[in-house]
């Protein structure tokens, strides 16, 4: 195939990581995004020791000035964007009682207006050559209400499942695909932060009986960037080892 542009947010570490290094090995060119500038240069490290041009941005999502920018260099620097993949986010495990307004926004800012901002300038420059593709890393809280996550982690990424949906239906007109996926627990520095008592007790109600590990999660968005999935849009992809079902 001709060389692919993909653009991953959250690159610096965990699920975004293992996605970018997962596309590189499909051949895609990648550009990531990550305020963590030395986390995500080492992403672009393993994207470049897999043959495939890289382009570092660290780039603030709930920016409008800075998504704008950033979309405009990709397309420029790289020669154009097939794909992204909207997995910047932040998790806070404050009960519902302690969350101050100031955490609410932070998380609706990042989660939800990020993958708009993103998704937006993507699709404004894919709607022109009538080809693209956008996943969107969602979350199991969406669909449950959140276990241990915030509510407003729950509320924000049970909004990006229904803009996908939104975007999905507006973009099919021009051949673009929007999805998500899903992922339950996923065996990263963030969950090991949880504890032994906590991952415990979430492992014993997975019947696969262990976390996803990254590679799981970035399989199932591979594929969502793939020519197998060119028929489906406006699809959730569960990784969840069959904690949840539906």
């Known amino acids: 195939m001709d060389t692919r542009v993909a653009l991953v947010t959250g690159a610096a570490r965990g ?25 995500v240069a080492e992403t672009a490290e393993l994207v470049a020791a897999a043959g495939r041009r890289t382009l570092v941005s660290a780039t603030d999502v709930s920016d409008e000035d800075a998504v704008v920018a950033m979309i405009e260099r990709v397309s ?3 020669g154009g964007l097939d794909a992204v993949v909207n997995n910047a986010g932040i998790l806070h495990l404050t009960p519902i009682l302690d ?9 609706m800012a990042v989660n939800l207006r990020g993958t708009f901002l993103v998704s937006r300038e993507a699709f404004r420059r894919m709607k022109e050559r009538g080809a693209g593709k956008i996943v969107s890393i969602a979350s199991l809280a969406a669909k449950v209400g959140g276990i241990t996550a915030g509510a407003h982690y729950a509320a924000s990424k049970a909004g990006v499942i229904c803009f996908t949906k939104s975007l999905a239906a507006q973009a099919a007109a021009f051949s673009i695909n929007v ?11 963030m969950t090991a932060d949880w504890g032994d008592e906590v991952n415990e007790a979430f ?34 992809i ?4 069959g904690s949840y079902m539906d």
């Not at 499909?26 to 500038?37: P, Y």
């Open 238 to 241: 569960d990784v969840n080892g």
């Open 203 to 236: 492992r014993a109600r997975i019947p696969f009986g262990r976390y996803a590990e990254p590679r799981d999660v970035a399989n199932a968005v591979a594929f969502l960037l793939s020519e197998q999935a060119g028929y489906i849009t406006g699809e959730v």
């Open 76 to 78: 420029s620097e790289l």
């Open 179 to 189: 999805n998500a996926v899903a992922p339950g627990p996923v065996a990263t520095e």
């Open 15 to 39: 699920i975004g990581r293992e996605i970018a290094v997962r596309l590189a090995e499909d051949g895609f060119d990648l550009a990531v995004a990550d305020l963590r500038e030395e986390a």
């Open 99 to 107: 969350i101050s307004a100031a955490e609410w926004d932070q998380t």
